[in-house]
């Protein structure tokens, strides 16, 4: 923890650890999900509905939230209602349905491209967690494995790695440590999948990656909450600012430090801060 300002006493920071451990029991309940990205995937009880569309959900999720949910939901119906059954099965005239599909920056070129990588990874791959994992599977078990940076890094580049097929436009939504991104809904997404609790909100379907590895991701909301708490010093939100951040926050919690993105996020999303 490091601020340009006055040093933090260890007083304050236990003070500031008794505020977020609260806050963070009182934005991770159901109630928090109508509202936000994480409600699309909620509407799946099977595994890989659940993995597509929390991760096509986090992909699209920036800009307002109504719109994010609307345009989310719109690719559920255009994958009609079963995306692990139609990214594997669909047929070339199938794809027509998604040339008028544009979020922002994301158009039918992108989403073209994601059904392509999606479908020829099910026919090989049972769950999108192995589409994370370093060839060294059992290297991510370690304690000395700290933080999900390779796992971003190998999925990068596998994503990426179609070349007869990748249009290069498509890079821009798959952020990757090295490029020094802070990686903010790739992050979102992993804590989704990978977060294990009994609160009803994270799916903590995901087992080969753990909750000690997690890095917070910093939106809007977390950057400015962090900052007034001095828990964020570093100027430019980056990669090393999340590193930075999670490092603090591990100091109250090394199990699982990302559940503390309940509490930022929801102290600047409500107001509070």
Known sequence: MMTDELPVTTTQIATIKEF???KADLYNRPSFIERDPISIPHRFSKKQDIELMGFWAAV?????????????????????????????????????????????????TDALYFLHFFRQYYLDNDSLEDAFLP????SLNSQSIQTVESSLI???????????FFP????????TPARNSSCKRLLMFLRWM??????????????????????IPIDVHVNRVARHLQLLS????????????????????????VRY?????????????
């Open 20 to 22: 977020l451990d609260a």
């Open 60 to 108: 699209l999720a920036w800009g307002q939230r109504p719109v994010i949910l609307k345009k989310a939901n719109e690719l559920v119906e255009l994958m009609d209602g079963a995306p692990h059954d139609f990214v594997r099965n669909h047929e070339e005239a199938d794809l027509k349905r998604f040339l008028n599909f544009k979020h922002r920056t994301f158009n039918a």
């Open 135 to 138: 060839t060294e599977t059992d």
């Open 154 to 164: 190998t999925f990068h580049d596998r994503f990426c790695g179609l070349t007869d």
């Open 168 to 175: 290069e436009r498509t890079r821009k939504h798959i952020a």
């Open 194 to 215: 990978v977060r294990q609790d009994d609160r009803g909100v994270d799916f903590g379907i995901w087992t080969r990656l753990r909750p000690h590895q997690l890095v």
């Open 234 to 257: 570093r100027p430019q939100t980056d990669w090393k600012a999340a590193l930075e951040l999670t490092e603090t926050l591990r100091q109250f919690d090394p199990a699982d430090p």
């Open 261 to 273: 993105d309940f509490a930022l996020f929801g102290l600047g999303v409500e107001g509070e801060m």
